[in-house]
Antibody, heavy 119, light 108 residues
Framework: EVQLVQSGAEVKKPGESLRISCEGS????????ISWVRQMPGKGLEWMGR????????NYSPSFQGHVTISADKSISTAYLQWDSLKTSDTAMYYC????????????WGQGTLVTVSS | SYELIQPPSVSVSPGQTARITCSGD??????AYWYQQKPGQAPVLVIY???ERPSGIPERFSGSSSGTTVTLTISGVQAEDEADYYC???????????FGGGTKLTVL
């Protein structure tokens, strides 16, 4: 079964750093990109960026460029989303998704990681 | 920045046909994809490349494209179809992925 399993919920304070993870299984991890998607409370989906785990090439949405870092460790089939200094406005659910570069679809999605930033 | 425009809400009675539109200037150049998201769950792909249906998705889900508008059609709507639906495509350059604002489908 193809699946993406994300790390657990996080509660952080403004200014703290954070890295969340997304582990793929049931498929060749380097044959598909991983995209990250933000969903703020009660709001819609926003694409943040993607990584090609085979060479770690990244492409960020202009809205998120410089605010987050996407990386991957292909040896353990895991992608990461990282913040150096969190803000309260980063409070959201974050999803990773397997991104097929040929068909363009996002499938499957991880279960989501809830990040809460509060003082 | 590029936008995909969806109606905020659509309401239908069980057994009727629901149509959810998504409009964007670059849709003639790039495929559209549709995702269903139920409360508290991750999104699920229901249509890819404008009109293709993944395995496991009921036949009542279909997609179509005409010019700058794509449409998700759900025929014979069931109560279980009540969810938020998002279209997805790319900007004109094909560099960036863009989601529509989402449409809440209510089954009356």
């Amino acid at each position: 079964e193809v699946q993406l399993v994300q790390s657990g919920a996080e509660v952080k304070k403004p200014g703290e750093s954070l890295r969340i993870s997304c582990e793929g299984s049931g498929y060749s991890f380097t044959s598909y990109w991983i995209s990250w998607v933000r969903q703020m409370p009660g709001k819609g989906l926003e694409w943040m960026g993607r990584i090609d785990p085979s060479d770690s090439y990244t492409n960020y949405s202009p809205s998120f460029q410089g605010h987050v870092t996407i990386s991957a460790d292909k040896s353990i089939s895991t992608a990461y989303l990282q913040w150096d200094s969190l803000k309260t406005s980063d409070t959201a659910m974050y999803y990773c998704a397997r991104h097929d570069s040929n068909y363009g679809w996002f499938d499957p999605w991880g279960q989501g990681t809830l990040v809460t930033v509060s003082s | 920045s590029y936008e995909l425009i969806q109606p905020p809400s659509v309401s239908v009675s069980p057994g009727q046909t629901a149509r959810i539109t998504c409009s964007g200037d670059a849709l003639p150049k790039h495929y559209a994809y549709w995702y269903q998201q139920k409360p508290g769950q991750a999104p699920v792909l229901v249509i890819y490349k404008d009109s293709e249906r993944p395995s496991g998705i009921p036949e009542r889900f279909s997609g179509s494209s005409s010019g700058t508008t794509v449409t998700l059609t759900i025929s014979g709507v069931q109560a279980e179809d009540e969810a938020d639906y998002y279209c997805k495509s790319a900007d004109s350059s094909g560099t960036y992925v863009v989601f529509g604002g989402g449409t809440k489908l209510t089954v009356l």
